[in-house]
């Protein structure tokens, strides 16, 4: 008798135990709303057309059921935007908002939910610049939320569960979408239709989810978060860095025009192997004595741009594997540090 009392009492112990533990262990996790499709309405469940960013956090999280069972969840609106209307000052409020609620210990991992147009961009910017190994995940949708077969729902689902799994720390910002998961480093939207709308063309997803589940197959090789050397912390603005694309006889009135104009970098999206023709060679001899530094990038997806180059000026430093868009954020803090174009190259092979 008094043996069952006490397996009775053990028992009553141990489901006390794990009742307080699984109270105590259910992650803390920040969704910061930016807009985009995910929180777009259609006028009819099959219509293409729709206004993305009308819809607030709070209805898309009603949206996902068993949303609430992964983790502890606070919504906050920082803007409701469609993605192509970025601003560099949303850019910082999102990091600093995301390194107070890491700091403060208010939140285990984030997930921003985002437009998809420039979702690539955001991830790689706080990649580089929120200074913590816990999770911080990038979702959207290609359907808005009136859709028949949404896709936003069960991207968010996901988002939630990566940011929530202790796996997930360490791995810089990822973006999930279509069950993959992608590193910011190496990530693109690569089709402007399909709900399959994301890739990495270099390296591969790092992983994928399945049951609420990350299962990953390589990690990010290249310096982020933790390891990032950026501080933008005191920063109110960032370097004026732009893009000039590369075709079939560029003229370089816009390249000139963006020199005299305050930018302080271009990235070259160059034909081929980040090439381009004499007439840019010209105007980049010009702007470089003038303080403008520019990187070489390519408009071609996959290979990427290094310095083994036809004859160019080696001054000019080659953007590796990132795109002509992730290249112009890296200049952008890369200029927050030096104008050395040796300085410069070396960052862009660490990054
Ligand atoms: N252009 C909008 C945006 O990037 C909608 C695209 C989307 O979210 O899929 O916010």
Not at 91 to 108: G, P, Q, R, V, Y
Not at 120 to 137: G, N
Request: net charge neutral; charged share 20%.
């Amino acid at each position: 008798m008094k043996k069952i009392i006490l397996i009775i009492a053990a028992s009553l112990t141990i489901m006390g135990a794990s009742n307080v533990s699984w109270a105590r262990v259910k992650p803390k996790i920040t969704i910061l709303a930016t807009g985009g499709t995910i929180a777009g309405r259609a006028e009819s469940a099959t219509q293409a057309a729709y206004i993305p960013g009308v819809i607030s956090i709070e209805e898309i999280i009603a949206t996902v059921p068993g949303i609430k069972n992964l983790a502890d969840l606070e919504g906050i609106q920082i803007c409701n935007i469609s993605s192509q209307n970025m601003t560099q000052s949303i850019w910082l409020k999102l990091c600093k908002t995301i390194d107070s609620l890491f700091t403060t210990d208010s939140a285990d991992g984030v997930v921003i939910t985002h437009g998809t147009d420039t979702m690539e961009e955001t991830a790689y910017f706080l990649s580089l610049t929120v200074r913590h190994d816990k999770p911080i995940v990038l979702t959207g949708s290609m359907r808005p939320s009136s859709s028949l077969s949404a896709d936003g729902p069960f991207n968010l689902f996901n988002a939630v569960a990566l940011a929530a799994s202790s796996d997930a720390k360490g791995r810089g910002a990822m973006i999930v979408m279509n069950d993959y998961i992608l590193s910011a480093d190496d990530v693109e939207k690569s089709h402007t239709i399909n709900t399959d709308a994301f890739s990495s063309p270099n390296l591969g997803p790092l992983g994928y989810m399945r049951d609420g589940l990350p299962h990953f197959f390589r990690v990010s090789g290249v310096r982020h978060t933790t390891k990032s050397e950026f501080d933008i912390g005191n920063l109110l603005t960032l370097p004026k860095v732009e893009i000039v694309y590369g075709y079939a006889f560029s003229d370089a009135t816009a390249m000139r025009a963006f020199a005299e104009n305050g930018t302080k970098g271009i990235v070259i999206a160059g034909v081929g192997h980040g090439n381009y023709n004499r007439e840019y060679a010209a105007e980049m001899e010009r702007g470089y004595k003038s303080g403008v530094r520019y990187v070489r990038s390519a408009r071609i997806h996959k290979g990427g741009v290094d310095s083994a180059a036809e004859e160019f000026d080696q001054r000019h430093p080659v953007s590796g594997l990132k795109s002509p868009q992730k290249a112009r954020i890296l200049l952008m803090l890369a200029l927050t540090k030096s104008n050395d174009s040796n300085e410069i190259q070396r960052i862009f092979n660490q990054y």
